[in-house]
Antibody, heavy 117, light 110 residues
């Protein structure tokens, strides 16, 4: 069965970076784009962007452009999201999600990133 | 890119119907047949309910239905059940390979 398993919760200091992983199984990793979605505490879902796991192309939301980097390791069937220059406002749950025909059909369990001094 | 507008909350008694609106623009909701709906229970990841405006994936009960008129999409839950209490989000393709989510609606079953 299709699964996206994300790395565990992180606590970081302001100004640091964090890298969240999303390991895919149950399907051919390079056949589907992976998106990243942020959810701040008690807030809604916010689209961050995507990575084409086949060719590595990326697209970032204007809001996150320059502060986030998506990468992937096809040999490990894993996508990564790295956030740099963390601020308290980056405290949130970050989800990866597989897209099939413009629909989020499978989601990771979410990774809580807490930014605190 | 602004979030799509949803009511903050809706409520209904078991067995009743509720409708959640999702208002965007001609550049997103009104411009593409790629509106989807998700529900999210506390502490869980979102789950797909409706895609392509009105299609239901296998396994989703037929009490969930989607529609659209102009720049506003709607999700109707008919025969509300206790387990339908959750947060609901719409999502639309917005062109140039970008997406936008709705502000989210909390559904309360009275």
């Amino acid at each position: 069965q299709v699964q996206l398993v994300q790395s565990g919760a992180e606590v970081k200091k302001p100004g640091a970076s964090v890298k969240v992983s999303c390991k895919a199984s149950g399907y051919t990793f390079t056949n589907y784009v992976i998106h990243w979605v942020r959810q701040a505490p008690d807030q809604g879902l916010e689209w961050m962007g995507w990575i084409n796991t086949g060719n590595g192309n990326t697209k970032y939301s204007q809001k996150f452009q320059g502060g986030v980097t998506f990468t992937r390791d096809t040999s490990a069937s894993t996508a990564y999201m790295e956030l740099s220059s963390l601020r308290s406002e980056d405290t949130a749950v970050y989800y990866c999600a597989r897209v099939s025909q413009l629909v989020y059909d499978y989601w990771g369990q979410g990774t809580l990133v807490t930014v605190s001094s | 890119q602004s979030a799509l507008t949803q009511p903050r909350s809706v409520s209904g008694s078991p067995g009743q119907s509720v409708t959640i609106s999702c208002t965007g623009t001609s550049s997103d909701v009104g411009g593409y047949n790629y509106v989807s709906w998700y529900h999210q229970h506390p502490g869980e990841a979102p789950k797909l309910l409706i895609y392509d405006v009105s299609k239901r994936p296998s396994g989703v009960p037929d009490r969930f239905s989607g529609s659209r008129s102009g720049n506003t999409a709607s999700l109707t839950i008919s025969g509300l059940q206790v387990e339908d209490e959750a947060d609901y989000y719409c999502c639309s393709y917005a062109g140039i390979y970008t997406y936008v989510f709705g502000t989210g609606t909390k559904v309360t079953v009275l």
